[in-house]
């Protein structure tokens, strides 16, 4: 079963920029795919970005805005979130996931998954804050 362990979060000011980081182990074959999404305070979870691991392909949501980078560094099984310009309403917890098929996360971070489908694995999250 995979595991994802999310780090890179802390207390910003608006405009200032964090780079996230997933750490990705076991499961291989159930970590093709992996994806970053956020939970506000008050509001449902929405994605924001996945990565094809083996490719590099990208797929974002309008959530991302072209402020977030999603990139893959396959060698240490890392994801990572570039986030810049960063501003309050981007404050919650982040959290990464991952799945062996990719086009059920894109679905999901999307938030066209209407089947039900669970992925394979989820972080525990890293609080984002961002102070005005």
């Known amino acids: 079963q995979v595991q994802l362990v999310e780090s890179g979060g802390g207390l910003v000011q608006a405009g200032d920029s964090l780079r996230l980081s997933c750490t990705a182990s076991?499961?291989?074959?159930?970590?093709?795919?992996l994806a970053w999404f956020r939970q506000a305070p008050g509001k449902e979870r929405e994605g924001l970005s996945c990565?094809?691991?083996?490719?590099?392909?990208?797929v974002n949501a309008d959530a991302v805005k072209g402020r977030f980078t999603i990139s893959r560094d396959k060698v240490e099984d890392t994801v990572y979130l570039q986030m810049d310009n960063l501003q309050p309403e981007d404050t919650g917890v982040y959290y990464c996931a991952a799945d062996g098929a990719w086009a059920p996360l894109v679905h999901e971070v999307l938030g066209e998954n209407h089947s039900g489908y669970k992925l394979d694995g989820w972080g525990q999250g890293t609080q984002v804050t961002v102070s005005s």
């Open positions: 076991g499961g291989t074959f159930e970590r093709s795919a």
């Open positions: 990565i094809n691991v083996e490719d590099g392909r990208v």
